[in-house]
């Protein structure tokens, strides 16, 4: 039986039901899958999203982080040594993944990555994002996260062949049946705690508090969208480093709510309550649990957005404007007061949802994987 090795650093809540499928996918293609991960960073806890796999698909290691958490070690040598594929995160602060690139220049074993192609929150050029570049081609297979990484690594002398796209996403099933979960009875409930009336229009932020987000940013766009809408109420959800700051500013405004990190019926409460999803910072996955739910995703046009923001179409499902204060809130009050437009964007999230999957994504990893481990590879 062949054997798959992924390696990572921890594993994210949603990351959970995708190594789960995956590992049903392979076995029945008679291939067995192990994902290696390590405790989160006391960084990484804070954002209270980490979670640990059953012990079929998942195998526990000690972390080692070096150098004042630089350098990331992980002992892997005996997984590594029974396995046929491993596939790595493209991180140049991973020992391993060094120790694997001559292991695959000597064809000693198949190494692939998977990843972004490049940093896209680096601020400028720096050593890590160099030398990320310059063993970019040096695996036999690549996993990329969307189309646009694929290009970049083409562009890179990356072979096209070697590539799978593997469309990012993550398992909105939970959501989706959470959603239609939701009673008329729990609705008017929400609306009588927080006082709101039938023609409240309502924004919703629902990710990590740290600066890329430029939750700051939002807060005050929303003072703009206030003044225009009077009746207009935010929602933030989510937790991270910058929790205690956020509680302390939107005290003073009794239209914004922080409600903490929320998962499962109670999410999709507040997804429900919404009327636009608002995230003028960093678009991650989120973008898809806003489209289940029928949002429009509001953003702005930073650099430095994760590569899912591909599957966001200025027009047709969501809004992208200029990163000014002025042009976001108005972008806002624009879809917010225009049912047409509303109803138009609307459409176009749900259809957009049902394009990105994770049963699509599965299919496409395991193809991958299959290829892979093919002796042409």
Request: hydrophobic residues 40%; charged residues 20%; proline residues 3%.
């Given at each position: 039986?062949?054997?798959?090795l992924?390696?990572?650093?921890?594993?994210?809540q949603?990351?959970?039901?995708?190594?789960?499928?995956?590992?049903?996918?392979?076995?029945?293609e008679?291939?067995?899958?192990?994902?290696?991960?390590g405790?989160?960073?006391?960084a990484e806890?804070?954002?209270?999203?980490n979670?640990?796999?059953?012990s079929?698909?998942?195998?526990?290691v000690k972390n080692?982080?070096l150098?004042?958490?630089?350098?990331?070690y992980?002992?892997?040598?005996?997984?590594?040594?029974?396995?046929?594929?491993?596939?790595?995160?493209?991180?140049?602060?991973h020992?391993i993944?060094?120790?694997?690139?001559?292991?695959?220049?000597?064809?000693?074993?198949?190494?692939?990555?998977?990843?972004?192609g490049?940093?896209?929150?680096?601020e400028?050029?720096?050593?890590?994002?160099?030398?990320?570049?310059?063993?970019?081609?040096?695996?036999?297979?690549?996993f990329?996260?969307?189309?646009?990484?694929?290009?970049y690594?083409?562009?890179?002398?990356?072979r096209k062949d070697?590539?799978t796209?593997?469309?990012?996403?993550?398992?909105?099933?939970q959501?989706q049946?959470?959603?239609?979960?939701i009673?008329?009875?729990e609705?008017?409930?929400?609306?009588?705690?927080?006082?709101?009336?039938?023609?409240?229009?309502?924004?919703?932020?629902?990710g990590?508090?740290?600066?890329?987000?430029?939750?700051?940013?939002?807060?005050?766009?929303g003072?703009?969208?206030?003044?225009?809408?009077?009746?207009?109420?935010?929602?933030?959800?989510?937790?991270?480093?910058?929790?205690e700051?956020?509680?302390?500013?939107?005290?003073?405004?009794?239209w914004?709510?922080?409600v903490?990190?929320?998962?499962?019926?109670?999410?999709?409460?507040?997804?429900?309550?919404?009327?636009v999803?608002?995230?003028?910072?960093?678009?991650?996955?989120a973008?898809?649990?806003?489209?289940?739910?029928g949002?429009?995703?509001?953003?702005?046009?930073?650099?430095?957005?994760?590569?899912?923001?591909?599957?966001?179409?200025?027009?047709?499902?969501?809004?992208?404007?200029?990163?000014?204060?002025?042009?976001?809130?108005?972008?806002?009050?624009?879809?917010?007061?225009?049912?047409?437009?509303?109803?138009?964007?609307?459409?176009?999230?749900?259809?957009t949802?049902?394009?990105?999957?994770?049963?699509q994504?599965?299919?496409?990893?395991?193809?991958?994987?299959?290829?892979?481990?093919?002796p042409?590879?």
């Amino acid at each position: 039986m062949k054997q798959v090795l992924i390696v990572q650093t921890l594993v994210k809540q949603y990351r959970v039901s995708f190594f789960e499928k995956l590992y049903q996918a392979l076995d029945s293609e008679g291939i067995k899958l192990r994902v290696a991960y390590g405790d989160p960073s006391q960084a990484e806890l804070q954002k209270s999203d980490n979670v640990e796999l059953n012990s079929e698909v998942g195998l526990k290691v000690k972390n080692y982080w070096l150098f004042q958490g630089k350098i990331l070690y992980q002992p892997l040598w005996q997984e590594i040594k029974r396995s046929d594929l491993i596939i790595v995160e493209q991180a140049s602060r991973h020992v391993i993944n060094y120790v694997l690139l001559v292991l695959s220049a000597l064809k000693l074993k198949k190494v692939a990555f998977w990843g972004h192609g490049w940093d896209r929150q680096a601020e400028q050029e720096n050593f890590q994002e160099w030398v990320k570049r310059k063993v970019i081609n040096r695996v036999d297979w690549w996993f990329a996260y969307t189309e646009g990484t694929a290009q970049y690594l083409r562009e890179h002398n990356v072979r096209k062949d070697t590539i799978t796209i593997v469309q990012n996403s993550i398992d909105t099933q939970q959501l989706q049946d959470d959603l239609l979960s939701i009673t008329a009875n729990e609705i008017a409930q929400a609306k009588a705690k927080y006082q709101m009336e039938e023609q409240d229009k309502i924004g919703l932020f629902c990710g990590g508090l740290y600066p890329n987000k430029h939750w700051i940013f939002l807060i005050d766009s929303g003072k703009l969208i206030h003044e225009k809408i009077p009746n207009f109420k935010l929602f933030i959800l989510g937790n991270g480093p910058d929790r205690e700051q956020l509680e302390q500013i939107v005290s003073e405004y009794p239209w914004i709510y922080y409600v903490g990190s929320q998962f499962e019926r109670e999410k999709a409460l507040y997804f429900s309550l919404a009327d636009v999803f608002l995230i003028p910072g960093l678009v991650g996955l989120a973008i898809l649990d806003a489209f289940v739910a029928g949002l429009p995703v509001i953003t702005t046009d930073l650099p430095i957005h994760s590569p899912e923001i591909e599957y966001l179409s200025s027009g047709i499902n969501g809004v992208m404007t200029e990163h000014s204060l002025e042009e976001y809130a108005q972008a806002i009050i624009n879809v917010l007061n225009d049912q047409d437009l509303y109803l138009q964007l609307k459409t176009g999230a749900l259809i957009t949802a049902k394009q990105y999957t994770i049963e699509q994504m599965v299919d496409n990893f395991k193809t991958g994987i299959l290829k892979g481990l093919s002796p042409n590879a």
